[in-house]
T-cell receptor, first 117, second 115 residues
Framework: AQKITQTQPGMFVQEKEAVTLDCTYDTSDPSYGLFWYKQPSSGEMIFLIYQGSYDQQNATEGRYSLNFQKARKSANLVISASQLGDSAMYFCAMREAPSGGSYIPTFGRGTSLIVHP | NAGVMQNPRHLVRRRGQEARLRCSPMKGHSHVYWYRQLPEEGLKFMVYLQKENIIDESGMPKERFSAEFPKEGPSILRIQQVVRGDSAAYFC?????????????FGNGTRLTVT
């Protein structure tokens, strides 16, 4: 079964508008971390934001915020005031340790975001 | 540059040759992870190492692939007798801790092309 599901292969947004990228996850581990990464066309992976499973408030980092709904096992990324430079692939990832093993991060297949001027 | 350093950035090998990919983690990071990314896909976990130890290699192919992280020097991902299917981007990441709240910081990747 998929640990991380990103159902939107591609998204389009107008510059200066907000956009939400979906991510759902599957785990039975009570302690886990959720991350979002950005991969521009140049190929590097850029860490954006982190949400812990025990965090009471949604994480925010500048124009990025994470809409964390624990009961629904969703961790959607919200980008406010989109900029042309936000055009990239976005990956959702989770660190969990099933059966007391190592916290290995697992990645979704990604969502391609294109920001139109 | 205090980030994760990977080299080479691009590597071309003929079938049957060996590929060596290097990764120096961020300063102060002792946890290293290797991932492979195929075109249009996400990152697939390969191996997790700490200094001189392989912690989890559940994602590594059983044959031809090996990894090490010696006491001194960078982590090395080694692919012997490469085949065309090994062509991919290989990313190294490091973290300060192995806990769920510790983000991975990635290098720029090595693009391996097998001809």
């Amino acid at each position: 079964a998929q640990k991380i599901t990103q159902t939107q292969p591609g998204m389009f947004v107008q510059e200066k508008e907000a956009v939400t990228l979906d991510c759902t996850y599957d785990t039975s581990d009570p302690s886990y971390g959720l991350f979002w990464y950005k991969q521009p066309s140049s190929g590097e992976m850029i860490f954006l934001i982190y949400q812990g499973s025990y965090d009471q408030q949604n994480a925010t980092e500048g124009r990025y915020s994470l809409n964390f709904q624990k009961a629904r096992k969703s961790a959607n990324l919200v980008i406010s005031a989109s900029q042309l430079g936000d055009s990239a692939m976005y990956f959702c990832a989770m660190r969990e340790a099933p059966s007391g093993g190592s916290y290995i991060p697992t990645f979704g297949r990604g969502t391609s975001l294109i920001v139109h001027p | 540059n205090a980030g994760v350093m990977q080299n080479p950035r691009h590597l071309v090998r003929r079938r049957g040759q060996e590929a060596r990919l290097r990764c120096s983690p961020m300063k102060g990071h002792s946890h290293v992870y290797w991932y492979r990314q195929l075109p249009e896909e996400g990152l697939k976990f390969m191996v997790y190492l700490q200094k001189e130890n392989i912690i989890d290699e559940s994602g590594m192919p059983k044959e031809r692939f090996s990894a090490e992280f010696p006491k001194e020097g960078p982590s090395i991902l080694r692919i012997q007798q490469v085949v065309r299917g090994d062509s991919a981007a290989y990313f190294c990441a490091s973290s300060q801790q192995g806990q769920p709240n510790s983000p991975l910081h990635f290098g720029n990747g090595t693009r391996l092309t097998v001809t």
